[in-house]
């Protein structure tokens, strides 16, 4: 079956525009969450959805970045006012189970995102 | 708060050489951890996790929890071995995952 997908796949941005990343998630997971991982380093937590709760957001480095997973499955990553520093791959993944030890979760491509 | 470390950035070997990739971590708790797999042009994904105990394409990584450390281990490295290594943590009672940095492993034939 599919997995997860997210698009777009690259975006080139100004500094200041707003961008919006979206991500979905293999059908059925309950749970989604958001990663940022910038050149060289692992991926760093961003936000976790529990269906369409969001039960976690400690990772979003600012009020600038903002999620949201209204219906329980397809998710946003919305940034505004973009800054250099938030040039990154964006991470999303899914998971069937919420939580346990064998929650396995499922890694979307990522979106590229460079501001110029 | 919990961190993982790994401290190589770059790993080389030859086929057929026996390869280590470690990974230590700091958490007060009993974590489960992970190793993740990048492939050239592939997504993330879960190589093997600590609590299954399992050997994955001819890797095992075994939890020390006395050493804080959970080194992934293969006695003979493939070609197609190559790629980026990722260590991951996971509170028991959470589900976010905290990664280290990552090991490149090239494997030279």
């Known amino acids: 079956g599919a997995g997860v997908s997210q698009s777009p796949r690259y975006k080139v941005a100004k500094r200041g525009q707003d961008v919006a990343l979206r991500c979905d998630p293999i059908s059925g997971h309950v749970s989604l969450f958001w990663y940022q991982q910038a050149l060289g380093q692992g991926p760093e937590f961003l936000t976790y959805f529990q269906n369409e709760a969001q039960l976690d957001k400690s990772g979003l480095p600012s009020d600038r970045f903002f999620a949201e997973r209204p219906e329980g499955s397809v998710s946003t990553l919305k940034i505004q006012r973009t800054q250099q520093e938030d040039s990154a791959v964006y991470l999303c993944?899914?998971?069937?189970?919420?939580?346990?030890?064998?929650?396995?979760?499922?890694f979307g491509p990522g979106t590229r995102l460079l501001v110029l | 708060a919990q961190r993982v470390t790994q401290p190589e950035k770059l790993l080389s070997v030859f086929k057929g050489a026996p390869v280590e990739l470690k990974c230590n971590y700091s958490y007060s708790g009993s974590p489960e951890l992970f190793w993740y797999v990048q492939y050239s042009r592939q997504r993330l994904q879960l190589l093997l996790r600590h609590i299954s105990r399992e050997s994955i394409k001819g890797f095992t990584a075994d939890l020390n929890k006395g050493e804080t450390s959970f080194h992934l281990k293969k006695p003979f490295a493939q070609e197609e071995d190559s790629a980026m290594y990722y260590c991951?943590?996971?509170?028991?009672?959470?589900?976010?995952?905290?990664f280290g940095e990552g090991t490149q492993l090239t494997v030279n034939p």
């Open positions: 993944a899914s998971s069937f189970l919420a939580g346990g030890t064998q929650e396995t979760q499922y």
């Open positions: 991951a943590l996971k509170r028991p009672s959470g589900s976010r995952l905290t």
